[in-house]
């Protein structure tokens, strides 16, 4: 049952430009979506993240823009850097539910940033 | 440490042994948790403690699967007779009550032959 899906495994782009990569998610009582950026060989690191009352979140270079009607979340990074190339995983939760507040996660997207 | 520690970061098993592998949380972190990643796949959540409670299982894949975590700091997730299927980068996590956002170790990759 994936809850969460990033449809594209990978994404290129030219050094300067805009990376905007794309989550989907099916459970409408998600009310709080994250991204992570995972370098090889290391854990995935919290990147921003957002809450279902904003519909956009913005921190330096790295803006997340929620649309709760089309179940759609993207991260916006602009301009893009080659250090900016790893996974990214988007992934959702409910936060208020219980004491339980794990994350769902989709398959990420490997990002290539390039010179 | 600061951050998440895992032990070891590469396990090789023969099919059928028992491995166990280890998590140090942050430091005051009530959270944690495990996640499975198989290649290619985002993390698949395992197990959810709080301090030293267990309070959700639901994603362990078989009865092989075991976690603890019995001061409510360290954790320890146990796979018996381990099988080729099992092998997976396992990722443990952990987050305090204030912040919404969980911090991640490196991982234990995991290869069973």
């Known amino acids: 049952d994936q809850q969460v899906k990033q449809n594209s495994p990978s994404l290129s782009v030219q050094e300067g430009r805009i990376s905007i990569l794309n989550c989907d998610y099916t459970?409408?009582?998600?009310?709080?979506f994250l991204w992570y950026k995972k370098y090889p060989a290391e854990g995935p690191t919290f990147l921003i993240s957002?809450?279902?009352?904003?519909d956009k979140n913005e921190d330096g270079r790295f803006t997340v823009f929620l649309n709760k009607s089309a179940k759609h979340l993207s991260l916006h990074i602009v301009p893009s850097q080659p250090g900016d190339s790893a996974v990214y995983f988007c992934?959702?939760?409910?936060?208020?539910?219980?004491?339980?507040?794990?994350?769902?996660f989709g398959a990420g997207t490997r990002l290539t940033v390039k010179p | 440490g600061a951050g998440v520690s895992q032990s070891p970061r590469y396990k090789v098993a023969k099919r059928g042994q028992d491995v166990a592998l280890r998590c140090d949380p942050i430091?005051?972190?009530?959270?944690l948790f495990w996640y499975q990643q198989a290649l290619g796949q985002g993390p698949e959540f395992l197990t959810y403690?709080?301090?030293?409670?267990?309070?959700?299982k639901s994603g362990l894949p078989s009865d092989r699967f075991f976690a603890e975590r019995p001061e409510g700091s360290v954790s320890t997730l146990k796979i018996q007779r381990t099988q080729q299927e099992d092998s997976a980068v396992y990722l443990c996590?952990?987050?305090?009550?204030?912040?919404?956002?969980?911090?991640f170790g490196q991982g234990t990759r995991l290869t069973v032959v």
């Open positions: 459970n409408s009582m998600f009310d709080y």
């Open positions: 430091s005051g972190h009530v959270s």
């Open positions: 403690f709080q301090n030293e409670a267990q309070l959700d």
């Open positions: 996590a952990s987050s305090s009550r204030d912040i919404t956002e969980a911090f």
């Open positions: 957002i809450s279902s009352i904003k």
């Open positions: 992934a959702a939760k409910i936060r208020f539910r219980g004491n339980n507040n794990d994350m769902r």
